[in-house]
């Protein structure tokens, strides 16, 4: 298996539940009022650190797409996916090449405490 390279975001992020991993930058926040079978998730126009799944067609909000599924590049999680096609959706075609991450898989950089770095009553 070769090295990950990691990249750094400079601001508020979305990070990876699991792994703190960033994934977005929030200023890359197209809209936070999409719902999907496994509920709220945001839609993005980038993402990094990422790993693809295969494409695949997929029924959402009565339309067929085009997702592949993206994968945290550092612990392999499911944090979401992209929109690859919208071949019939005429009014949805602002999708294609934009990112979802599903709120179950992401945390915003400021909703978590890095524990791995000593408190000031511990240095």
Same mark, same amino acid.
């Given at each position: 298996m #070769?090295r990950?390279? =990691? =990249?750094? /975001?400079?601001g508020?992020?979305?990070?990876c539940k699991?792994?703190?991993?960033? /994934?977005?930058?929030?200023?890359? /926040?197209? *809209?936070?009022?999409? /719902?999907?079978l496994? !509920?709220?998730a945001?839609?993005? +126009?980038? =993402?990094?650190?990422?790993?693809? !799944?295969?494409?695949?067609? +997929? %029924?959402?909000?009565s339309? %067929?797409?085009?997702?592949a599924?993206?994968f945290?590049?550092?612990? !392999?999680?499911?944090v979401?996916?992209?929109?690859v096609?919208?071949?019939?959706?005429?009014?949805?075609?602002?999708?294609? #090449? +934009?990112?979802v991450?599903?709120i179950g #898989?992401? =945390?915003? *950089?400021?909703?978590?405490?890095d524990n791995? *770095?000593? *408190?000031?009553?511990?240095a």
């Open positions: #070769g990950i390279f =990691v =990249v750094d /975001l400079e508020k992020t979305y990070n699991f792994c703190k991993t960033q /994934l977005a930058l929030v200023n890359d /926040l197209i *809209s936070k009022d999409f /719902l999907f496994m !509920g709220k945001y839609l993005l +126009r980038n =993402v990094v650190n990422i790993n693809f !799944g295969p494409n695949e067609e +997929r %029924m959402i909000l339309e %067929m797409h085009t997702v599924d993206i945290c590049c550092c612990c !392999g999680q499911i979401g996916w992209k929109f096609a919208i071949p019939n959706g005429k009014n949805h075609k602002y999708k294609e #090449g +934009r990112f991450l599903e #898989g992401i =945390v915003d *950089s400021e909703l978590y405490i791995t *770095s000593p *408190s000031m009553s511990d």
